[in-house]
């Protein structure tokens, strides 16, 4: 049986890979160009999930977990050859971010009951983030490359915590009230910029609605979208 490849050996491949003698392609990658390679590979890791949950199946996930610490340790590497930092640092820098994380796990900690865990580690990370140049602002710092489901219910979950933005609805029935207000005054002969806006506003109500009921909006649609396949394109059944 041949000898299983370690992560020092998967290392020494994209160094390879990126070398003069190596491939062509991955040669001229940059940090840039490979941010649809991470999306993809991170939204195909998701379905590997979806798959294994519904088969048992394994065989795909550690495939696509494979993709994605190819994506790491290319970065990683990129960022040797610019000087920037290394692999090891990147292992280094999260195993100090777990242990400081979780202190009640690591070192000796009052923090045991769920509330007072986290309570705690929301401090640790409002204190890391102390004097960075690139977060603008709490509700900046989450980025815009998120899909925009995802991205609407932590703006709206931060902008609750940080500035009382869920005293605008009484409760679940008045957002939803406030959104079936919207769709009854939306007009589709209005001209396209009001009518983006009242749609913009709908799904954002949506999205709070969703929040309330700690449900992602992101997986409700996706799950909804499987269902109108399903209904026009029903799956033999075995």
């Not at 519904?54 to 040797?80: C, F, P, W, Y």
């Not at 709490?138 to 925009?148: D, G, H, K, S, V």
């Amino acid at each position: 049986m041949d000898r299983q490849y370690s992560i020092e050996d998967f290392i020494r491949i994209v160094e390879t890979l990126r070398s003069e003698e190596g491939c062509s392609w991955d040669r001229v990658q940059t940090h840039a160009s490979l941010k649809p390679c991470m999306m993809e590979e991170a939204a195909e890791l998701v379905a590997s999930i979806r798959i294994y949950d519904k088969t048992g199946d394994a065989e795909n996930m550690r495939e696509e977990l494979g993709d994605i610490l190819l994506q790491v340790v290319m970065h990683s590497q990129i960022a040797k050859e610019e000087g920037l930092f290394t692999l090891e640092d990147v292992i280094d820098e999260i195993s100090r971010k777990m242990i400081r994380r979780h202190p009640h796990v690591f070192v000796r900690s009052e923090a045991k009951d769920e509330e007072s865990i986290r309570s705690s580690w929301e401090e640790i990370k409002k204190k890391e983030k102390e004097g960075k140049a690139w977060i603008e602002s709490p509700l900046r710092e989450i980025p815009m490359e998120l899909p925009a489901l995802t991205r609407a219910s932590k703006v709206l979950k931060k902008a609750d915590k940080l500035y009382g933005a869920g005293d605008d609805y009484a409760s679940n029935v008045s957002a939803l009230e406030d959104a079936v207000k919207k769709i009854a005054e939306f007009q589709p002969e209005k001209e396209n910029n009001e009518a983006e806006k009242v749609i913009g506003d709908m799904l954002i109500n949506i999205c709070d609605i969703a929040g309330r009921f700690k449900a992602s909006g992101e997986q409700i649609l996706t799950d909804r979208i499987e269902d109108i396949i399903d209904k026009y394109e029903p799956r033999e059944k075995p």
